[in-house]
């Protein structure tokens, strides 16, 4: 129960939309009835002439109607029935019409507010969240997940109250008329609940499945059609269209198993609406023959009953699409009820631009308790203006030490300053605003080469950008583009080389102009002439700065002030480069390799 709440929350804000939809839901509800009702006068008084016979007593308005319709001549009632007709049917159609746009209105903004709530909520979590999640899997929650709501909000919601009325409006009908006979709808109706509740809890079952399956083959398509390349290169074409080919296979399978009981539904409510109807027939026949009943209100009576089949065979439909969607909201909820591990202050302060100097204080980290220690008893200090090197074998937390500066992570013990203030204490935006980041995996967007540029500014005009690009000795080939710096650059640059993505990065960030830079191995994946040209750039982007650059090139390391050596994510040496050569083994067997190499 507290999950179909949940799913309800959806559509706060839309109250006032949803009870317009509701009301005009009712009114074209009333004129169904109305429409069948005609059949009474029809069939009665124009085409037989005799007297409309009711044997319940009912409402004196009701009464008063009937006798002025029993003291009309068929002549006059033929006359005005066609009008009548024409006029209900207009009516009811205007209502509907309204209904109809009303509800696929609120299904619509509920949908764009649910797809913007997750999407506002994947931004604002930690970075340790996605190391734990496939971005297939996030992806699916977005589009999958939130399509299978708004079905259950478009048709399931519309036909919970619409065929509820209709059911509602036909049962006053049939009681009106004949309550002992209207009462075996108590008795036979609540029948067919059994087998659709039971098809509803496996529904809901089969549907959560279905849609991580979907969101495995979301995974797959991002990872081969990003790595097409690869997968080129490797010759595993056959190998991927047989991966893809299973989990379709698997999707296709559970959905049939969905698809199977829905499509059962119908035939059972079918099935017993026959046997309610042959029971009418039979009971209520005997009555007609013996003039209790004249035949136009048997028509509207047995007519009430057989219009509540096609209601509750849509109620079951709506049942199946609301288990579908408890399984898709379980889904949607376990990301927008994710917590966010590295959370802003409500009181936080804004840091000023970093004068003294940048400390981390007894730091270790871990990313999960069963990962093992990361970073074990960390003192660094990087003083403004200081290029500060940090090198050590693969996976010994270099990554990760200058990840906590911009706190993309908080430390599990110790603390990180920037002029004695305390990261956690500082607003993202003040503290990220003054740290540039180049990365050895060059992150691009599917957009023009000015807008890459100029991201995160976007206030930047034509000159500050192309001056940045100058001085990344980026502006030379992209004036050679065919639309200049309007040139779409594809998918994650896809058009372009290592090196001139790496030069669109390092614009980027000289555009930011910020008075810190981290360099993450920003020349590793170069070849001889681009690294050259990036190298060029970064000692531009360099001067007068605070640089912490990851590095393991000769070149950077001879430029830096401090050389920070890590091992097994302990700083097991921190100096110059020839008092390190003399005190550390590891960077002597370091620097030996690399000159090696360099020879």
């Avoid at 500050?464 to 000795?473: D, G, R, S």
Wanted: include cysteine; proline fraction near 4%; hydrophobic fraction near 45%.
């Amino acid at each position: 129960m507290r999950n179909y709440f949940k799913l309800l929350k959806f559509l706060k804000g839309h109250t006032r939309l949803f009870s317009v939809a509701v009301v005009t839901m009712l009114i074209s509800s009333f004129f169904e009835g109305f429409q069948l009702s005609l059949l009474v006068p029809m069939t009665d008084r124009i085409f037989n002439n005799k007297p409309i016979v009711i044997p319940n007593k009912l409402p004196a308005f009701i009464t008063g109607f009937v006798d002025r319709l029993n003291s009309m001549t068929p002549e006059a009632l033929f006359t005005v029935f066609p009008v009548v007709v024409i006029l209900a049917l207009l009516v009811k159609n205007l209502f509907v019409f309204c209904y109809q746009y009303l509800m696929s209105d609120l299904s619509q903004a509920v949908m764009r507010d649910i797809r913007y709530r997750l999407y506002a909520k994947i931004q604002d979590l930690s970075l340790d969240y996605f190391s734990k999640k496939r971005t297939g899997e996030l992806i699916s929650r977005i589009t999958h997940d939130v399509n299978v709501v708004e079905n259950a909000v478009s048709y399931g919601l519309t036909d919970l109250f619409r065929q509820s009325f209709m059911i509602v409006l036909f049962v006053v009908i049939a009681f009106s008329i004949y309550p002992k006979a209207a009462f075996l709808m108590f008795v036979v109706f609540p029948i067919i609940g059994i087998p659709m509740a039971r098809i509803g809890r496996r529904l809901r079952k089969i549907s959560k499945g279905t849609q991580e399956k979907m969101a495995d083959i979301n995974t797959l398509l991002i990872e081969t059609i990003s790595g097409i390349k690869l997968v080129k290169a490797f010759g595993t074409e056959q190998y991927e269209k047989d991966r893809f080919k299973a989990k379709n296979h698997d999707y296709y399978k559970l959905r049939m198993k969905s698809i199977k009981r829905l499509v059962v539904i119908p035939p059972i409510t079918e099935m017993f609406g026959a046997l309610c109807g042959v029971a009418v027939i039979l009971w209520m026949g005997k009555v007609v023959m013996s003039g209790g009943l004249s035949f136009g209100v048997f028509i509207l009576f047995f007519g009430s009953i057989m219009s509540i089949i096609s209601p509750i065979k849509k109620l079951g439909n709506v049942h199946a699409l609301i288990q579908q969607a408890l399984a898709a909201n379980e889904r949607i909820y376990d990301v927008l009820d994710a917590q966010v591990t590295v959370k802003e202050k409500p009181d936080a302060i804004v840091v000023g631009e970093l004068k003294g100097s940048i400390r981390l204080k007894d730091v270790d980290f871990h990313y999960a308790e069963d990962s093992g220690i990361v970073l074990k008893n960390i003192n660094l200090e990087v003083r403004k203006g200081e290029i500060v090197a940090i090198v050590g074998p693969t996976g010994t937390g270099k990554t990760t030490l200058v990840n906590l500066i911009p706190r993309f992570y908080d430390p599990l013990k110790g603390v990180v300053t920037i002029d004695g203030v305390d990261v956690r204490d500082a607003t993202f935006q003040s503290l990220r605003k003054q740290i540039g980041i180049v990365t050895q995996e060059t992150i691009l967007f599917n957009d023009t080469v000015r807008a890459n540029i100029a991201y995160g500014y976007p206030e930047a005009n034509d000159k500050q950008i192309q001056a940045a690009a100058e001085m990344a000795f980026a502006h030379q080939f992209i004036v050679k583009m065919p639309n200049g710096y309007n040139t779409l650059i594809g998918d994650r640059g896809f058009r372009l080389s290592g090196g001139e993505k790496q030069r669109i990065a390092i614009a980027r960030a000289i555009l930011k102009n910020p008075p810190i830079l981290i360099l993450d191995e920003a020349t590793s994946q170069l070849d001889s002439e681009s690294e050259r040209y990036v190298q060029e750039a970064l000692d531009l982007l360099m001067k007068g700065r605070t640089v912490i650059a990851i590095a393991h090139r000769l070149s950077t390391i001879q430029k830096a002030d401090k050389i920070v050596v890590l091992e097994h994510g302990r700083i097991i040496g921190q100096g110059g480069h020839e008092e390190l050569l003399k005190t550390c083994p590891l960077y002597n067997k370091l620097y030996s390799l690399q000159f090696s190499m360099s020879a």
